[in-house]
């Protein structure tokens, strides 16, 4: 099993991470998110549980994992879309999530990707991120 094999697994039942969390509580509009490198979607799932519509974006293809952990109703308004960051197609949206995926983006496409996480943002503006780190 490969490293990100294994990661998708170990966080197939993770909770959504603290900033999304905090986001809720605080924001009481819905609307369009982005989940950027959205792995096995804790995010997205706690998004749409919060009756955001999530377009969930990965190279690996999570669909299904995500799918798992929805209901009907809840299924409509989730959009899975297999693509890399290097090329990646963005739509309007009002929320941008990447979480622990942003630096994952190849050295030489990074300033284009971002230019397209910022172009993307309309009404509300957010972006909810977390990088990395060293302790
Ligand atoms: C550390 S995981 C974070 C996943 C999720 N955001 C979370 O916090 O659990 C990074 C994710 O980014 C995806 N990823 C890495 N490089 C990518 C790239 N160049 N294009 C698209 N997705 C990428 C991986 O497949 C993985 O799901």
Same mark, same amino acid.
């Given at each position: 099993m490969g490293d990100i094999d294994?990661? #998708?697994k170990n966080t197939q039942n993770a909770?959504?991470?603290?900033? /999304?969390?905090? $986001?809720?509580? /605080? !924001?009481? &509009?819905?609307?369009? +998110?982005? %989940?950027?490198?959205c792995g096995s979607?804790? %995010?997205t799932v706690f998004l749409i549980k919060n009756n955001w519509n999530v377009? +969930?974006? %990965?190279?690996? %293809?999570?669909? !299904?994992?995500?799918? &798992? &952990? #929805?209901? &009907?109703?809840e299924i409509e308004r989730f959009r899975f879309s297999c693509q890399? $960051? !290097?090329?990646?197609? #963005?739509e309007e949206n009002d929320l941008v999530v990447s979480n622990y995926s942003i630096p994952f983006c190849s050295k030489n496409y990074f300033?284009? $990707?971002w230019n397209k996480i910022v172009e993307s943002i309309s009404?509300?503006? /957010?972006l909810c991120r977390k990088l990395f780190w060293i302790k």
């Open positions: 294994q990661f #998708l909770l959504p991470h603290d900033n /999304i969390k905090q $986001f809720i509580e /605080i !924001e009481r &509009k819905t609307g369009n +998110a982005i %989940d950027l490198g979607g804790r %995010d377009l +969930a974006i %990965d190279r690996e %293809d999570t669909r !299904e994992m995500i799918e &798992k &952990k #929805l209901n &009907k109703l890399n $960051f !290097e090329n990646v197609e #963005l300033y284009e $990707f009404s509300n503006r /957010i």
